[in-house]
């Protein structure tokens, strides 16, 4: 069965459900299609198919719960740098996906809570995406940044986004797999980053164009800060961190083994030149 896509839509679901009934689905379109992404049949048919096969066996739960588990670590690791006590994920416990999500629910009501506490009460912050408030605005335009990033890593490996383990596509170009990843690189990049931005503000955030570029400047230096990853005894960007934490979930799925994440030190770093990065920094036009 092939599916085109030129000048059609087909929900995730409906590809699914073609995929259960005959293994030999293929989603095509054509070069022209104002699609994105667009995958090719040579690169998608099997990808698709294993994916949906990983999502009904045991070890889906697993894998979703170590992405939920290296969040949490990581938002851990920046609420601590402000001597704050990070949450103690109980995920030995959970049974399935839906208490997973409601440990993880759990968990990002108390990181946000202590997260708003380093933030000044003038700002009144509460997460809530989309809101028109400052922070909630530049939090958004962070993680879609940041989207960007893990998107562009998966269409160069030839991996489709539109099927997660935790996100559902809501819409035609929707990309689950993207959010799931990029679950474990946001405390990381945009939240820390974000803080540490308002802190140094001096003046009323008011989000205009001069304020987003200069906050994703200072996302992106981030993502070229090195860190040194023990498993290959070497330093390398956060960056390439992102992709190879990506190609390590991928190995996962297709060999129908459990997701083995990578680790980042949790204490200071001092094995790699930073040298770069912070000349990088320095250079961030004055923020008052």
């Not at 945009?190 to 009323?204: C, G, M, Q, T, Y």
């Not at 129908?256 to 204490?267: A, K, M």
Request: include cysteine.
């Amino acid at each position: 069965m092939v599916v085109p896509f030129g000048g059609m839509f087909f929900s995730a679901n409906r590809v699914e459900n073609g995929l259960n009934v005959n293994y030999h689905t293929i989603v095509d379109c054509p070069h022209t299609a104002k699609i994105s992404p667009c995958y090719s049949t040579s690169m998608n048919a099997l990808r698709l198919h294993r994916i949906f096969k990983y999502k009904s066996s045991p070890k889906c739960l697993a894998t979703a719960a170590r992405i939920i588990q290296t969040k949490v670590k990581r938002q851990s690791v920046l609420l601590k740098k402000y001597k704050v006590a990070g949450y103690e994920c109980d995920i030995k416990s959970v049974r399935n996906m839906r208490q997973l999500l409601l440990e993880e629910a759990r968990a990002a009501k108390y990181f946000w809570s202590k997260y708003r506490s380093n933030l000044s009460k003038e700002l009144r912050f509460y997460r809530r995406p989309k809101s028109v408030d400052p922070i909630n605005r530049l939090l958004d335009i962070g993680y879609h940044h940041l989207a960007g990033k893990v998107r562009k890593i998966l269409i160069a490996h030839a991996i489709p986004t539109q099927v997660g383990l935790l996100h559902s596509a809501n819409s035609t170009d929707a990309g689950p797999l993207v959010y799931d990843l990029m679950e474990m690189f946001r405390a990381d990049i945009v939240d820390s980053e974000l803080i540490r931005f308002v802190h140094l503000k001096k003046k009323p955030i008011v989000v205009d164009q001069k304020l987003i570029a200069a906050f994703l400047f200072r996302v992106n230096a981030r993502l070229q800060k090195l860190f040194y990853i023990k498993e290959f005894r070497q330093c390398h960007t956060y960056l390439y961190y992102i992709e190879l934490q990506i190609l390590r979930f991928i190995k996962g799925v297709n060999h129908n083994e459990i997701f083995n994440p990578l680790h980042l030190p949790t204490r200071n770093e001092s094995r790699c030149n930073t040298k770069k990065v912070t000349k990088d920094l320095q250079e961030i036009p004055d923020l008052s």
